[in-house]
Every structure is written in C-alpha cells, then in structure tokens.
C-alpha cells in the first residue's frame, strides 16, 4: 500500500508542477510576449527567441524548452506561435500556441496592445523510461503510455511607450479538465493571472559615450488554486549592449541574470537560487534564451541600430 502511494504521489507531483505551476521563465522582462500574448510583434521585425530552462538537479528535474516567434504585419496587427515542450520525470506537456496581436498609437508615445492566443496542450504520462517500485501499480495503467488533448486559450492587455510597459494577461481560461489512465482521476489546469510591467531610466546625457541605463521590473502572478507571488528585480545594461540584472521573490528564490547583445543577435543566461529547496532536490535553476532577429529590409541585411526602440524588447 505504501509502495503504492509513493508512486501516486509522485505522479500527482509531475502533474502539479507540469500543468498548474505559474509561467517559469525569469525572462519576462527581455520578451513579454512569454507571459502576455499582447506583447507579440510590437515591430515589423520578426523575432526569433528560443529557450531552455532546468530546475533543481535531481533525477525528476523539470525541464522546460520554447520557441517562439512574432511579427506584426500591416496597420498594427500582429501574429506570434510558441511551441513548449514541458518535462518532469514520466510526465510531460507539449503545447502549441497561435497569437494575434492588435497594436493601437494612442499618441506620438504611448501604445495599447491587445493580444489572444489559441492553445492546445499533449499532456502525457509514459512510464516506460522510470524505476517502477509496483507494477501492478494502478496509476501505471500496465506500462502503457497515457495522454490527454486539451484546447484553451490565453489573453492579454499591454500598455508600452519607448522607455516602459505595464500588462496584464490570463492563460488557462477554459480551465479544461482532462484524465489520464484507465481509472483516471480527473485533473484540471487552473487559471493563471500575471501583472507584470518594466521602466528603463538612462542615467546618462545624450551626449555620452556610453549610456548606462537601469531597468526596475516587477511581476504579480497567481495561480487560481494558489497563493499570490510576486517577482521584483532591476536590470542595468551599458550601451544596451551588455545587461546585468538580479531579482528576487524575496521569501525564496534569488536570481542573477547576465545578457549580451550585437547585431541581430542577444544571449541570456539566468540562474537561480532557492534557499528553500531541499538537498535531494538541488538549490538551482539554469535558464538560456537565445534570440534571432531577422530584419523587414527587403535586401534581409541587417544594419546596426536597425531594431526599433521598444520597452517591450531589451
């Protein structure tokens, strides 16, 4: 029975942290458009992002990788896809998501977006690749690989200027239940809410050599059937070439952030670390987002300083 149990438990973790945790990524503040469907294709530029992220270092460790792209058409409309694949020990999500955008000047420097995005979600329980305490085990269905189609969908609100933003978005609205196995208990992907909004402030006259800016960065999130958590951090960047950054939930997690941008491209790299976790677990999270932009000149040669000036890409 306990044996049993154990291997329940550990099924039910996966789906927990698989398809009710908040948005993982600490690189909201580089792209928006990860937690907010507003933000896609805020230029005619189409942008390329790809992202890896590891969580703790154990045998279960969560794994997360994303692609995404955007790129806003004619007249202000815009349209995105991201692509998740989202792993934790035999359970994984794999997602697919389609994005429009509509942008609206409200003036020489302000704008309001609107963003909706279409979502469906593979989620998936293969048991076959893991150390079976019981076979006989109920949850493990005989060793048979289970999985579950789910639709939903995302929403959002933004508004931006050159030098900040503020958000708020939505994802899991139709809150679609789905069950896996033959005696399946029925499982839900709960709703989740974000404000999220970044200000960047130069610390230099126009007339210097090197611009030293610094970009305050803040997220609320909150799970429905969890508590409220709330991001804090500062970015500092020299020339918008180099960035630096930290930030903080301030009851658990640290996290540093370094970046690099020339031409078209940018490399991040967070990492953080959970005073919170437990040894068998691991303290850290490593997380790499790499970025390719490809220019709307017809000649598709990029010129440095071609990238608009926009708060809703670093």
């Not at 945790?21 to 580089?30: E, G, Y």
């Not at 202000?76 to 609206?104: M, N, P, R």
């Not at 003036?107 to 329980?125: E, P």
Request: glycine share 8%.
């Amino acid at each position: 029975m306990k044996k049993m149990l154990s291997l329940l438990s550990l099924f039910l973790i996966c789906e927990l942290v698989s398809s009710q945790q908040l948005p993982r990524t600490q690189l909201f503040v580089v792209n928006p458009y990860f937690v907010n469907p507003a933000a896609a294709g805020p230029t005619r530029d189409i942008d390329l992002f790809v992202n890896y992220r590891k969580q703790w270092a154990s045998q279960i460790a969560p794994q997360t990788f994303t692609f995404v792209g955007s790129k806003m058409f004619v007249k202000g409309l815009a349209g995105g896809v991201q692509f998740t694949k989202d792993q934790t020990g035999a359970y994984s999500t794999t997602g697919i998501e389609f994005t429009g955008a509509y942008h609206v000047n409200m003036n020489r420097n302000q704008a309001i977006s609107f963003g909706l995005s279409l979502v469906g979600k593979q989620h998936v329980f293969d048991p076959s690749g893991i150390q079976v305490i019981d076979p006989n085990d109920q949850v493990l269905n005989g060793g048979v690989k289970q999985s579950s189609f789910v639709p939903n969908a995302s929403a959002g609100i933004l508004l931006s200027s050159k030098t900040y933003y503020v958000g708020i978005s939505a994802s899991q609205l139709f809150e679609t239940p789905f069950e896996l196995g033959q005696n399946p208990t029925q499982q839900k992907e709960f709703g989740h809410f974000s404000i999220h909004s970044a200000w960047t402030i130069s610390t230099g006259s126009k007339n210097s050599i090197n611009n030293f800016h610094l970009t305050p960065n803040a997220q609320l999130r909150w799970a429905r059937n969890g508590r409220l958590q709330g991001v804090y951090g500062v970015m500092a960047d020299l020339d918008n070439q180099v960035y630096f950054g930290i930030s903080s939930d301030i009851q658990s997690v640290f996290t540093s952030l370094i970046g690099l941008k020339w031409d078209q491209y940018r490399v991040w790299y967070a990492y953080d670390f959970n005073i919170k976790a437990s040894n068998t677990l691991g303290s850290g999270s490593h997380e790499i987002c790499f970025s390719y932009l490809i220019p709307r000149g017809r000649s598709g040669q990029f010129r440095s300083g071609q990238i608009k000036k926009s708060s809703l890409r670093l």
